[in-house]
């Protein structure tokens, strides 16, 4: 692990833990100031969104990074972006250095796709105590194995490379693509942040459906606005705007 990272990190291994995202939020809770980065060689009770349970054993990646993010609590949404492209492009990386193009794509809001199949996964929680304000960004990256019990197609880096990284390298690969990405958004907002994103985006030109949680909307993907929502051509030509949901290609 190269680890030039480091240097803005207080960085926390644990052999096992009940999530990443719950250890983030006892050091809120304690007291604890700066920003950390949490990795678990396992999860017992690993969540996704929704409150999902994400099975979490050995050989995977589970990280979580945690932000004081008291100068920018307006916009932390923005950071879900920020990490999938981080995401995105260390998987890249590890497929250009075993000479394998790899079909990547995003699929909004924070999932990361191989092949049409979920390889990773980010989940943003926000916590407020001692006057303060923190971002919580949880990421799970399968890597020598992935769920086959799911309703939902999945994959794993031992899938799709043949030499399969050691989880380590992937979460130092990882953040240095997301401190990349961090500086930029850092220094130049959000702009260019959405620009990449949607160069990125998985299967645009298809019906996609978003539920809510109330609704089911169907519609082709347009865009994402200036604050992350999603942008939906309903068959009537109204443009109807999400800024939360669940995305499932086709009607559903």
């Known amino acids: 692990m190269q680890l030039q990272w480091l240097r803005h990190y207080n960085f926390l291994i644990f052999d096992e833990t009940d999530s990443t995202n719950a250890e983030a939020r006892r050091l809120v809770e304690s007291g604890a100031s700066g920003n950390f980065i949490i990795w678990a060689k396992s999860q017992t009770h690993g969540r996704g969104r929704y409150g999902r349970s994400w099975q979490s054993p050995p050989g995977n990646l589970y990280m979580s990074i945690l932000l004081d993010s008291n100068r920018f609590a307006s916009k ?5 972006f920020v990490t999938s492209l981080g ?3 260390a998987i890249r990386i590890i497929g250009l250095r075993n000479k394998q193009k790899l079909n990547l794509g995003l699929k909004w809001p924070n999932d990361v796709l191989v ?3 979920k390889i990773a996964g ?6 407020k105590t001692h006057n303060r304000q923190y971002l919580i960004i949880g990421i799970g990256l399968n890597i020598d194995n992935h769920p086959c019990d799911i309703d939902r197609d999945t994959t794993s880096m031992s899938a799709i490379v043949s030499q399969v990284p050691e989880v380590s390298h992937m979460l130092d ?3 240095s693509s997301f401190e990349h990405y961090f500086a930029l958004w850092q220094a130049q907002g959000f702009l260019p942040i959405r620009h990449l994103w949607l160069q990125k985006i998985y299967n645009p030109k298809h ?3 978003v539920n809510d949680g109330r609704n089911r909307i169907s519609g082709i993907f347009q865009d994402i606005d200036l604050n992350g929502a999603i942008r939906l ?3 009537s030509g109204q443009i109807y705007t999400l800024s939360a949901g669940e995305v499932f290609f086709g009607h559903v």
């Open 233 to 235: 051509k309903l068959a």
């Open 76 to 80: 932390q949404q923005e950071l879900s």
């Open 173 to 175: 690969v990882i953040m």
């Open 122 to 127: 980010i989940l943003l929680e926000t916590i």
């Open 87 to 89: 995401v995105y492009n």
């Open 115 to 117: 092949h049409g199949a």
């Open 207 to 209: 019906v996609m459906t």
